[in-house]
């Protein structure tokens, strides 16, 4: 599967958007973009995945470029309860098992 | 999530205990996943099953001995760790999609936190 980029950490405001980025290029054809976070000490918790479209969910937004080559989480009104370790996975849909999580963005809400 | 739940939710155990972790999933998933996090570092694949088979083992040592009786349940056989066994383990569940056009994504329990005396 391919590898991912992700800053080690952002902050963001109460209320505002935070957008969290991620860069893949060397993602193939038939792999997806998925995003999971842990919030301290729980099990990672799935948002939101996607192929090449833009997509949307209750909880958040996917923003892919159109070369694929790299993806932006949104949270359109973050709350104190977002704080957690955000982690963007690349990965073939028959590949679950192989999920390979990194380092991930510690996005830090603050009031 | 309440798809997946595990017990217990702590467990301190010395080095010569034997003890289970238990996972079940709600969701009518055809696989199920054991992962490894110690404090500071990514989770860590130990085992996979689907439809109850074994399909990977990451070269994980013998102190650890997954069960998996059917396809909602999970066992993590415990038996002589050492103290760097200590970690959250953490299941997940999934419907691979295969020929059953599962969705592949993974669900998570809440884990379990393990120290090894």
């Known amino acids: 599967d391919a590898k991912t980029t992700q800053p080690t950490s952002m902050d963001c405001a109460e209320g505002r958007a935070a957008n969290l980025p991620c860069n893949h290029s060397t993602i193939s054809g038939n792999e997806y973009v998925y995003w999971y976070r842990q919030i301290h000490s729980q099990g990672p918790q799935y948002i939101i995945h996607g192929l090449k479209n833009n997509e949307t969910n209750e909880m958040a937004s996917l923003i892919i470029t159109e070369d694929r080559k790299s993806s932006t989480l949104i949270l359109p009104h973050a709350t104190l309860r977002d704080t957690a370790v955000y982690y963007c996975i690349v990965r073939r849909r028959t590949n679950a098992g192989k999920s390979t999580f990194g380092d991930g963005t510690t996005l830090t809400v603050k009031p | 999530e309440t798809g997946v739940t595990q017990t217990p939710r702590h467990l301190v155990m010395g080095m010569t205990n034997k003890k289970s972790l238990k996972c079940e999933q709600h969701l009518g998933h055809n696989a199920m996943y054991w992962y490894k996090q110690s404090a500071k570092k990514p989770l860590e694949l130990m085992f996979v099953?689907?439809?109850?088979?074994?399909?990977e083992n990451n070269s994980v040592p013998s102190r650890f001995s997954p069960e998996c009786p059917n396809s909602s349940h999970l066992f993590l056989h415990l038996h002589t760790l050492q103290p760097e066994d200590s970690a959250l383990y953490l299941c997940a569940s999934s419907q691979e999609s295969g020929l059953a056009g599962g969705t592949d994504t993974q669900y998570f329990g809440p884990g379990t936190r393990l120290t090894v005396l």
């Open positions: 099953y689907n439809f109850k088979e074994q399909t």
